[in-house]
């Protein structure tokens, strides 16, 4: 199984970005995802998170600027980035799979990861 990210980028202050995540080599759908991020001397860090029922979650730092959905029959998992600030540069992993406990406020690490995408936000 491969998770596959792009849409990474260098973008200015203000700017958007779409990351993508395909997962490949797996037979069943993935309805559930996540997205961390791993900025330098920093530990890394949930991003957003996505369950079977789509309910969402966001870290603080990024409410109301990002926004994670995912197309399970596509097995792709997307993090829409707006308003991006110098402070959210980091190479972004995904991570993805199957959400099976029935308490949407899991947070559960999935099964699968991603190679980072790199994200540079300059001033």
């Known amino acids: 199984v491969q998770l596959q990210a792009s849409g990474g980028g260098l973008v200015q202050a203000g700017g958007s970005l779409r990351l993508s995540c395909a997962a490949s080599g797996i037979s069943s759908s993935i309805n559930g995802g996540a997205w961390y991020r791993e900025a330098p001397g920093k530990d890394r860090e949930l991003v957003a998170h996505?369950?079977?029922?789509?309910?969402?979650k966001y870290a603080e730092f990024v409410k109301g600027r990002f926004t994670i959905s995912r197309d399970s029959a596509k097995k792709i998992v997307y993090l829409q980035m707006s308003s991006l600030k110098p402070e959210d540069t980091a190479l972004y992993y995904c991570?993805?799979?199957?959400?099976?406990?029935?308490?949407?406020?899991?947070?559960?690490?999935?099964?699968?990861w991603g190679h980072g995408t790199q994200v540079t936000v300059s001033s």
């Open positions: 991570n993805a799979g199957h959400f099976y406990s029935d308490d949407d406020d899991d947070l559960t690490i999935y099964e699968y």
């Open positions: 996505i369950t079977k029922s789509g309910h969402t």
